[in-house]
């Protein structure tokens, strides 16, 4: 018999603690295994992070222990699913972001071997059978049994289900003429992509991949404007590290950029890389993953999930477009994915590459105090010219014709000329749907989620009412829900609204949309994508996906419909996400042999952000953001976490809240402050009050025990939950 310690796949904090559960089966088990097991009345998946033989009998060790010991129903796995090095870096990164090491491993491993109910349902593993020969002979044979002998040993062996007469391939079997082979399937195809052999460096990539090589820093921050050839470096480092034996992991921030930087790979390291992101099939990722995990390939690309790749003997990552927020995951264990590729790196004695224009202000602040490396890529390959800016205050009537409320005259104007040259445009509106809220002009009522509260979104796609932070979906009534009447105002614009107006401006343009409710159906990104580089369309918008990555030779006008989008976002990082947005979204014009130009429309034309970032001018945001930061005391000069409590009575909410906040300052943590409680944007989600007290602090080790400390204090308090967000991307 085993006493077996096992995780519960729930992620609250009071079941944070693993269970002890005896087994007296046959099955191999050990640490890494998933067990099915009774937890309060119901069958549920867990996860063994211990095991020891026992030779006390089951009602000794219940007295010993002082509670009844229930029986695994049964041991799921047939070998440990986590290797040691990624079981090591699940228990850093729950202790890091002080997470529950559940929802680390559930945030490891693809959906089909998660340590949770839903993978059960979840792909096996696809096999392809094959008939092949055991004994080459046609002795006693009728003429038909010796064609299909023959057509097998012509082509060494065929898929069963080739095979015209199911009767005669029995009877061949029967005879022990011919066997059957199983094949694992790998249903994910990638496409196979010509050869392509290093391009020729330029003087300043060939001093970055020297640079970056040399340099005895586990982390380099390769800083390059856009179109100065981050990738070719990328791939020349890869190629250089892959010489050496070793395999490297690349990230990319948005799955739209997923399949370009696979072909990219795939011409240069043909058939030796895999690809990992949340638009495969659970099928697909099942199989990449195994394959992964088997040696099979030394290159993976994909999104932040990736960093968690089964990959040994990694040599290199890197995370292109590192400032991207889409590295930092929203929900439990909250990690970046930038820190989990450190902590992978120092265990494989790797190089770490975060490649951007526009840094992240906490990387470029540790580049120039010299804790990264620094490259830099400060020109355009081919020398060629940054695109031309024009900045259109929205705020004044001349700007506009009668022709649009959304266009500028002088937008209109320089898309008719794109049209003409048959050259191509893409128009950024960072919102999608159509229109921003919808008011009832009888009584002022704002149509709101009732999950969260948030304005709901019309979409005129498929005439619905969206909430684009919890997913709740609304069918359009023509009516107000409050007062009946039919008097409603739709308000605000999103990609569907511009796509409509570019339609109505210029009925013969042909038109693509980019946004995430594009992606809902899948390989609809790539498709858009590969649709718009092969001159399908004139026009794309799209949202800030379309910012970041791509590389299409004949977009020569960029349009941010309304750049000030986000600037008034209650967070500290507000003002550099929406230069960096704009920033890279002007990137995109003008990047082969032709002038780009871009057109920025907003209502803060002097705004330094909106002003800077049409003049790709990051070395001077730098230096201004970071006087602001410096001032309200927010990273990169203090790091920050945020304890949230969650629970169905307020009061209690608040007082427990409160009560953390007080006995914080107690402590006298040096340089620490505390801010709130406060109400989170979302402050009552679900039936669930939500309230947040922010810490900024110097010393990260002291206020990471203390917080392990406030969690296990409140594991005895069921009716809340807690969350800890080391890092928050906002506040």
Same mark, same amino acid.
């Given at each position: 018999?085993k ?6 796949e ?23 295994? !998933? ?10 998946i867990?996860?063994?992070?211990n ?16 509670f ?6 049964d ?5 440990p ?19 529950p090491?559940?929802?680390?491993l ?14 059960? !349902?979840?792909?096996?593993i ?9 004994? =080459? ?10 064609e299909?002998?023959?057509?097998? !040993? ?7 289900? =080739? ?8 009877k ?50 390769l ?18 590290? &892959? ?9 990319v ?16 390291f ?6 990992? #992101?949340?638009?495969l ?16 390939? #030394?290159?993976?690309?994909g999104?932040r ?8 003997n ?55 105090k ?19 800016t ?8 001349y ?46 009522h ?6 969260c ?13 969206k909430?684009?932070?919890?997913? #709740? ?23 569907e ?12 343009a !042909? ?34 996906m ?13 349009g ?7 600037l ?9 996400r ?18 780009g ?24 945001f730098f230096r ?9 005391q927010?990273p990169?000069?203090t790091?920050?976490?945020s ?13 427990i ?14 340089n620490?402050?505390?801010l ?34 406030? &969690? ?17 991307y906002?506040?």
């Open positions: 018999m006493l077996v310690e096992v995780l519960i729930r992620k609250a904090n009071t079941l944070n603690r693993p269970f002890s559960y005896i087994y007296k089966g046959t099955k191999p088990v050990d640490i890494g295994y !998933r067990v099915l097991v009774s937890f309060a009345h119901k069958n549920v867990g996860y063994v992070i095991v020891n033989d026992e030779k006390r009998s089951v009602e000794q060790l219940e007295k010993d222990m002082g009844r010991i229930e029986e695994i129903i041991v799921i796995d047939d070998k699913l986590l290797n040691t090095e990624l079981m090591q870096l699940s228990n850093e990164v729950a202790s890091h972001y002080v997470s090491l559940i929802s680390v559930q945030a490891m491993l693809p959906s089909s071997l998660k340590p949770a109910t839903s993978a059960m !349902r979840g792909p096996k696809a096999y392809d059978v094959f008939v092949k020969l055991k004994n =080459d002979t046609e002795e006693g044979l009728t003429p038909k049994q010796i299909l002998v023959r057509l097998i !040993r012509s082509a060494g062996k065929i898929l069963k289900k =080739d095979c015209k007469s199911p009767s005669i391939l029995q061949l079997v029967d005879k022990k003429i011919v066997e059957f082979e199983k094949v694992e399937k790998i249903r994910l195809e990638i496409p196979e992509y010509k050869k392509e052999h290093k391009k020729a460096l330029t003087d300043d990539q060939k001093k970055a991949v020297e640079s970056i090589l040399n340099t005895d820093k586990t982390v380099t921050l800083q390059g404007v856009t179109g100065s050839g981050k990738t070719e470096v990328y791939l020349s480092i890869s190629e250089k590290i &892959l010489a050496q034996g070793r395999n490297v992991l690349m990230l921030p948005e799955i739209s950029l997923t399949p370009i930087m696979v072909e990219y790979f795939q011409r240069r043909s058939g030796d890389v895999a690809i990992l #992101h949340s638009e099939t659970p099928a697909e990722k099942y199989d990449e993953y195994r394959r992964i995990s088997r040696g099979e390939c #030394h290159v993976v690309v999104a999930s990736a960093i968690f790749a089964p990959l040994d990694i040599g290199l990552i890197i995370l292109d477009e590192e400032h991207t927020e889409s590295y930092k995951q929203d929900s439990l264990p909250f990690y970046h994915a930038r820190e989990v590729a450190i902590m992978r790196a120092k265990h494989f004695n790797s190089k770490v590459v975060l490649g951007s224009a526009t840094p992240s202000l906490e990387t470029k602040a540790r580049a120039l010299g804790v990264y490396h620094y490259a830099e890529l400060p020109n355009r390959i081919n020398k060629q010219e940054l695109p031309k024009a900045i259109i205050d929205m705020s004044k009537a700007s506009f014709s009668r022709e649009s409320s959304m266009f500028s005259k002088y937008l209109i104007e320089q898309l008719k000329g794109v049209l003409e040259r048959k050259e191509q445009a893409i128009l950024l509106i960072n919102r999608r749907g159509h229109s921003g809220y919808i008011t009832c002009r009888s009584c002022g704002i149509i709101k989620c009732p999950n509260g948030i304005a709901l979104t019309y979409h005129r796609d498929d005439n619905l009412l909430c684009h932070h919890c997913g #709740h979906v609304e069918l359009n009534d023509e009516h107000c829900p409050e007062c009946g009447s039919k008097y409603l105002s739709r308000s605000g614009f999103g990609t609204r511009i796509v409509d107006e570019v339609h109505k401006l210029f009925p013969e !042909r038109v693509l949309r980019l946004d995430s409710d594009v992606g809902e159906v899948r390989n609809n990104i790539a498709k858009t994508v590969e649709a718009f580089a092969n001159l399908e369309a004139d026009i794309l918008v799209g949202t800030q379309i910012a970041k990555g791509h590389d299409f030779p004949n977009v020569t006008l960029v941010v419909v309304l750049a000030d989008i986000g008034s976002l209650p967070s500290f990082r507000s003002t550099e929406a230069f960096q947005l704009i920033t890279q979204a002007v990137g995109r014009s003008g990047r082969a042999d032709k002038v130009q871009a057109i920025i429309q907003t209502f803060n034309p002097y705004h330094y952000a909106i002003v800077l970032a049409s003049k790709q001018n990051y070395e001077a201004k953001e970071m006087s602001v930061r410096k001032v309200a927010y990169p000069y790091y920050l976490t304890l949230e409590i969650i629970g169905k009575n307020k009061d209690n909410v608040e007082e809240i409160s009560k953390i906040g007080r006995d914080i300052e107690k402590q006298n943590f040096e620490l402050t505390v709130g409680p406060v109400e989170p944007y979302i402050a009552y989600e679900n039936n669930n009050y939500h309230r947040i007290i922010l810490i900024k602090y110097k010393n990260y080790d002291k206020i990471n025990q203390y917080l392990k400390d406030v &969690l296990e204090s409140l594991k005895s308090k069921s009716q809340i939950n807690v969350k800890v967000n080391v890092d928050p906002d506040f």
